[in-house]
């Protein structure tokens, strides 16, 4: 069980699937999170229509505050043999930076973790560098150290 009431405070967003609306809003608050890559909008633009229409194997979820899209999760699904079942991998958490502090990371996080419950996720893993000690105040526990190789 999460324990996101014990460690975050309320704030008044509003969850909810993003739609293909929330395209311009997402595409701001990606640039916030890119180190790695340069957003780039064509590429983000065929990709996040398939996850915003249920097409692909992805949860995306945006958070509403004042009726301004503040921040997302994208959640991939797979299943796997070793967790006999689908296993959940958190790709992307984005909360914008004037939004951080009041709770929406975590409120993202638990309704994530509400919606890979109830499609029968066996497990669901996130990748940080930098921000373990905020998944881990949510109760993950580091397992694996994370390797990646890139390709042009």
Do not use: W
């Not at 996101?4 to 916030?32: C, H, K, M, W, Y």
């Not at 689908?86 to 004037?98: F, R, T, W």
Request: aromatic share 8%; hydrophobic share 40%.
């Amino acid at each position: 069980m999460s324990t996101t009431e014990a460690t975050s405070p309320t704030s008044q967003a509003i969850i909810r699937p993003a739609r293909a609306d929330d395209a311009d809003a997402v595409f701001g608050l990606l640039n916030e999170l890119a180190e790695s890559y340069l957003p780039d909008r064509e590429a983000f633009d065929l990709t996040f229509d398939a996850f915003a229409s249920g097409d692909a194997n992805a949860l995306i979820l945006v958070a509403e505050l004042g009726g301004v899209v503040r921040g997302y999760v994208l959640t991939t699904i797979t299943r796997l043999l070793y967790t006999n079942g689908s296993s959940a991998h958190l790709q992307e958490l984005v909360v914008e930076s004037s939004a951080q502090g009041v709770g929406i990371g975590s409120q993202l996080v638990e309704s994530i973790e509400r919606e890979c419950r109830a499609r029968g996720v066996r497990q669901l893993t996130v990748a940080s560098r930098r921000s373990a000690g905020f998944y881990e105040r949510l109760g993950y526990l580091s397992t694996a150290d994370f390797l990646k190789r890139t390709f042009d």
